[in-house]
Antibody
Framework: QLLLQESGPGLVKPSETLSLTCSVS??????????WGWIRQPPGKGLEWIGAIYYSVGTYYNPSLESRVTISVDTSKNHFSLKLSSVTATDTAVYYC????????????WGQGTLVSVSS | QSVLTQPPSASGTPGQRVTISCSGSSSNIGTEAVNWYQQLPGTAPRLLIYNDHQRPSGVPDRFSGSKSGTSASLAISGLQSEDEADYYCASWDDSLKGYVVFGGGTKVTVL
């Protein structure tokens, strides 16, 4: 049973970089066929896909965020990370990490989510 | 504004059948599979349907998905109180370099 857990600062200042890590247990992050992704949800709003990394293949990003986003994998720590630069208040959201095992873009395992607020 | 269009709300009484629509375009639903997620209040989303109509292990067969052209639907048969949640459709979009797009979500209320 794959378990995912997000971690990182709950408060980030405007113009700084938001950094989150998703720790994976119950399986190896280097397993083939898994997409490791980030999805966010502003308070009271819907879901927005940020991007995903397909281990040893490449990364895919939401075009609206691509210039500010980096997703990477650290196989030695069995975790993957999100960096979002130049944040503003509109980046305030619950950030979820998730993985798609059953099918490329069908996220069937999710972390519990972590709220990140952008404020000075 | 979301790439996929869903009605903001739907409702029904216990035991009824409720249907949620999801409208897209030729670059997403028209050529790619649709997935549906259920989000109970205060929790992470849960995959409900993938590949238009397939259910992951553990999802009751009261939930069913279908697709025609550039639109998809999620049906909940035998509505139960625990089905009160937000439901999101999602699909891969082939435009630009490709990315996942979500609908705006539909709040289902059990009356």
């Amino acid at each position: 049973q794959l378990l995912l857990q997000e971690s990182g600062p709950g408060l980030v200042k405007p113009s700084e970089t938001l950094s989150l890590t998703c720790s994976v247990s119950g399986g190896s992050i280097s397993s083939s066929g898994h997409y490791w992704g980030w999805i966010r949800q502003p308070p009271g709003k819907g879901l927005e896909w940020i991007g995903a990394i397909y281990y040893s293949v490449g990364t895919y990003y939401n075009p609206s965020l691509e210039s500010r986003v980096t997703i990477s994998v650290d196989t030695s720590k069995n975790h993957f990370s999100l960096k979002l630069s130049s944040v503003t208040a509109t980046d305030t959201a619950v950030y979820y990490c998730a993985t798609a095992v059953i099918k490329d873009d069908a996220y069937d395992h999710w972390g519990q989510g972590t709220l990140v607020s952008v404020s000075s | 504004q979301s790439v996929l269009t869903q009605p903001p709300s739907a409702s029904g009484t216990p035991g009824q059948r409720v249907t949620i629509s999801c409208s897209g375009s030729s670059s997403n639903i028209g050529t790619e599979a649709v997935n549906w997620y259920q989000q109970l209040p205060g929790t992470a989303p849960r995959l409900l349907i993938y590949n238009d109509h397939q259910r992951p292990s553990g999802v009751p067969d009261r939930f069913s998905g279908s697709k025609s052209g550039t639109s998809a639907s999620l049906a909940i048969s035998g509505l139960q109180s625990e089905d009160e949640a937000d439901y999101y459709c999602a699909s891969w979009d082939d435009s630009l370099k490709g990315y996942v797009v979500f609908g705006g979500g539909t709040k289902v209320t059990v009356l």
